[in-house]
Structure formats: C-alpha cells, structure tokens
C-alpha cells in the first residue's frame, strides 16, 4: 500500500482536545443488516481477493480504506476507542467467505464536546462498483447508540486514478470541518431537546419525514412506537431530539442508508424551524 503518513499533513487542529484518562463508557456498535461480521484483521487477509486494477479503475482494499482513516486521525491527535465491520454480499472465493461491499463504524475520542454524545466515523467501499469509497461523520447518544450523520460532511470518492493520493486529503478536510461545526452541532441537539411536542405534531413530522425518504412507509409503524414506548428512558421527554431517536433507532437496520435518511429528517425539521437557530 501507499505511504500514506506522507500524504496526510502532520496537522495539529485546535477543534481537538485529546484526553486520554481514566476509561470511559463505550457506545454498542450495532452493526446490522445481511453480512458477516469480520475483524480488521479479517479485512487484511481479504486484501488478495481486492479486483484488479485496470485504466480507469482503481479499487481500494477495505482494509487500506480502514487504514487511511485511521493515519487521517492519529495525525489529528484523535483515537479509535472501537471499531467494527461489516462484510455483505459474501460469496465463497478459495474457501473463504468474501463479502463485495464492507461497512466500518469506529468510535473516535477527541472531539471537544458533550460526555453524553460519541463521535462515529463510517466507512463504506464496494468492489462490485455498487458505490464509491465513502466516509460519513455522526454522533450517537452514548445511551443507545442510535447514530445520526452530519450529510453535509459526506466524503465520497470514486475508485479512479489518484484514488490513494486523493482519499486521505479528502478525509482530513471532511473531519476538520466536522470539528470546526462541532459547536454548532452539539448547539442544535441542545435546541431539539428544548422543543417540546405532542403527539399530534410527533405524527405530523413523522408523516413529513416518511413523504421526504427519511424511513420507509412500511417502519413508520415503528418510528410511532418508539415515539410511544422509547427503547430507552432518556428519551421519553416529549420533544423533538426524543422523535429524532426514535427514528434513528429504526436506523440501526440499515447503517448504509442512515446518511441519507438522516439529511432527509434535518430537512423535515429545518422546514418547521425546529433545530434551528433564530
């Protein structure tokens, strides 16, 4: 693989505030959907079975992809607490399980902000040419896990020529910028869990959010019922960060549409000035 310390400036960021103290709480990385679990490890020995390269193609290695985040962060000060890996559409190739699409999730400490929010980094790289190399950058509630992406800040980048030398500068931009928003970020949470709602109105935006993609209409269903019976008591006040978890807890099913779905709830709430500051 490429060197990839000389491609990615040794930058020191003050966004960052790197602690590394007493061990805290971890988040439950649910990774969900069809698929294999794998450790990176598991990624590494799968590096053989990567396509080959031809003219205009260039696919990543999924465990090159997981590594390049990881230089992308050390050189930030900031560090993997967790991570996990999800291999699908697995095939058997020399006696072995080979998933053609992978999805990462890893916890990252670093970031200033609240001791109740972790920061979740998500990679996700096909070899079937299904989807580009992607890194999205979200926060979870430590209590749940139940995470939602920050869609503005999605990398995406097709597995093309100057692939190795283009992905870690994009990835040290795409988590910059995220430090840089951390503040306002965290602001917004604070304003959901100050909006109060009933139920009608719940039903109205969740109603909206279906109509904007933001869940199928066959889950929304079970976006009411975790309005009504939260999985977890830190979101049974009535107001709008309690619904934004219940729909972010039907999430957790399909970790490689939660970006979208997301973008599509923030847009349902900016349109009723619900997040958003005055």
């Not at 309690?242 to 970790?255: D, M």
């Not at 490689?256 to 997301?262: F, K």
Request: proline fraction near 4%; hydrophobic fraction near 35%; charge should be negative.
């Amino acid at each position: 693989m490429q060197e990839l310390n000389s491609l990615v400036p040794n930058t020191h960021f003050e966004g960052f505030a790197f602690k590394d103290e007493k061990p805290q709480p971890k988040l439950n990385l649910n990774l969900l959907g069809e698929g294999s679990t794998v450790t990176r490890e598991t990624l590494k020995e799968h590096r053989k079975f990567t396509p080959n390269h031809t003219e205009s193609y260039k696919p990543v290695p999924f465990y090159d992809l997981v590594e390049m985040a990881e230089d992308t962060l050390n050189n930030l000060d900031l560090k993997i607490v967790q991570e996990k890996h999800l291999l699908a559409k697995t095939r058997n190739v020399q006696n072995t399980v080979y998933g053609e699409r992978c999805f990462s999730m890893m916890e990252v400490s670093g970031f200033n902000g609240r001791d109740d929010i972790r920061t979740i980094i998500g990679l996700r790289q096909s070899h079937d040419k299904s989807f580009a190399s992607s890194m999205l950058i979200g926060d979870a509630p430590l209590v749940c896990s139940n995470l939602e992406f920050n869609g503005e800040l999605t990398l995406s980048r097709k597995n093309t020529t100057f692939i190795l030398s283009d992905l870690p500068k994009m990835m040290l931009q795409t988590v910059e910028t995220f430090a840089e928003s951390r503040a306002d970020n965290l602001k917004r949470i604070e304003m959901l869990e100050n909006t109060p709602l009933n139920d009608n109105y719940a039903y109205v935006l969740s109603c909206e959010a279906m109509r904007n993609k933001a869940i199928p209409s066959a889950k929304l269903g079970q976006v009411v019922e975790q309005w009504h019976e939260p999985e977890h008591d830190a979101f049974k006040d009535r107001n709008a960060y309690s619904l934004q978890n219940a729909f972010s807890n039907i999430w957790r099913s399909t970790p490689h549409l939660t970006a979208s779905r997301s973008e599509a709830l923030r847009n349902t709430f900016n349109k009723y000035n619900i997040g958003v500051a005055a």
